[in-house]
């Protein structure tokens, strides 16, 4: 059977995802006025929760925007996205990395964070807790400082909670050095903004094959017919 280049590129095109109806889920505002911030460092990291419900749908970690700003700067800082233990973050259930350059080189408030390369391709599933955490795991190798940092918060709880069956958590938690001891708390939450994209649908592979093959056996049919 040949089939012909264009139903090579038909097929090639049939192939690609095709992402699901549910739109780009953005989580939060980074940019609502804060009323208050929380210093973060070596001796104190802070966290966020957020959790997803049976309606949302597997999504792939984009951008983290913070509302976050530097004092002192620590190579050693991290923003993460991790699991949940016991109502707390659990640092063992790394989930994304985040590069903190820009927030380390910027005076801005707000700041658009990326996972690292090997977190990019992030999932977070439905029906499942995560926490946005914040600290620095230790003191700077060079400058020896512990990082001064302030993460912005609101006390009013925000208009919009909840996007795609995707909701902030109604929690926060603080820790001590290094994050050891989460202690979770109710209160109003930290400003960020989670942008991710629905997990890509693979549904068009078979009809583009099928189409391909049928096409492939037509031509056949009508040569061995002359």
Do not use: C
């Amino acid at each position: 059977m040949i089939i012909s280049f264009r139903i090579w590129m038909f097929l090639l095109v049939a192939m690609l995802p095709v992402y699901a109806s549910a739109a780009i889920i953005v989580l939060g505002d980074a940019d609502v006025a804060a009323d208050d911030s929380v210093p973060i460092g070596y001796t104190q990291w802070e966290g966020q929760s957020f959790f997803s419900t049976d309606e949302a749908e597997p999504v792939f970690v984009q951008s983290l925007r913070l509302a976050m700003t530097m004092t002192v700067p620590n190579s050693n800082f991290k923003v993460m996205i991790v699991g949940e233990e016991n109502f707390r973050p659990n640092l063992a259930d790394l989930i994304v990395d985040f590069d903190i350059t820009p927030l380390n080189e910027g005076i801005d408030p707000v700041f658009m964070l990326f996972p690292k390369g090997a977190y990019q391709n992030a999932e977070l599933l439905p029906e499942t807790n995560y926490w946005i955490v914040a600290g620095a795991t230790a003191p700077d190798p060079e400058t020896f400082e512990t990082g001064i940092y302030h993460w912005s918060y609101i006390l009013n709880t925000p208009a919009v909670t909840s996007v795609g069956g995707w909701n902030i958590g109604t929690s926060i938690a603080s820790a001590g050095t290094a994050g050891d001891g989460w202690i979770p708390q109710t209160d109003t939450p930290y400003l960020f903004s989670l942008t991710a994209i629905p997990e890509p649908r693979f549904f068009a592979v078979g009809l583009g094959l099928g189409m391909a093959i049928f096409v492939g056996w037509r031509r056949k049919h009508r040569f061995l017919s002359q």
